[in-house]
């Protein structure tokens, strides 16, 4: 879903042109004849115990799209999720259907961890694709300690 506007995200990466001055911090204008991702992070919570007792892991993620043109970028977000052996458990691919050019877009996802899953670590690999140009991508270390506790290591 989309979560702020072209105008609203665009004037905040403007400001940030500005202020950044020059040398190696200097942040680049926005495109005046395309649409490009700038930022792109994830959140993972822990969800609901299934009666079974797996454990749901909820990915969310935002991402920043800036810039003018009428070529809308097709926008991708993987998610995928590895046991201790780094044995894919589940992947899965999300379009970002509601892109209509520049703008903040918020896409949810959701895993479930098998009932043995506590003590274990799980390892959850986010990506953003545009255009089928992989342009950022997230690892979190994941583990069930308790019934209700995840704990979660950027990487």
Known sequence: KKIADAKQVNAEYEKQVKTKGKGKNKA????KNEIVPVKFDSKVN????????????VVTSNTDLVGYGDKVPMVQQ??????EK?????EKTEK????????????????KLPADAKGKNYTVKTALVTDNKTYKENTYK?????????????L
């Open 78 to 83: 993987k998610y995928a999720i590895y046991d």
């Open 86 to 90: 780094n044995n894919l458990v589940e």
């Open 96 to 111: 970002i259907a509601a892109v209509d050019g520049a703008g903040r877009y918020q896409t949810s996802s959701k895993f």
């Open 46 to 57: 822990s969800g609901k115990t299934e009666k079974s007792g797996e454990r749901e892991v």
């Open 28 to 31: 680049e204008p926005l495109p």
């Open 142 to 154: 994941v583990t069930l300690l308790g019934d209700q506790t995840i704990m979660l290591a950027a």
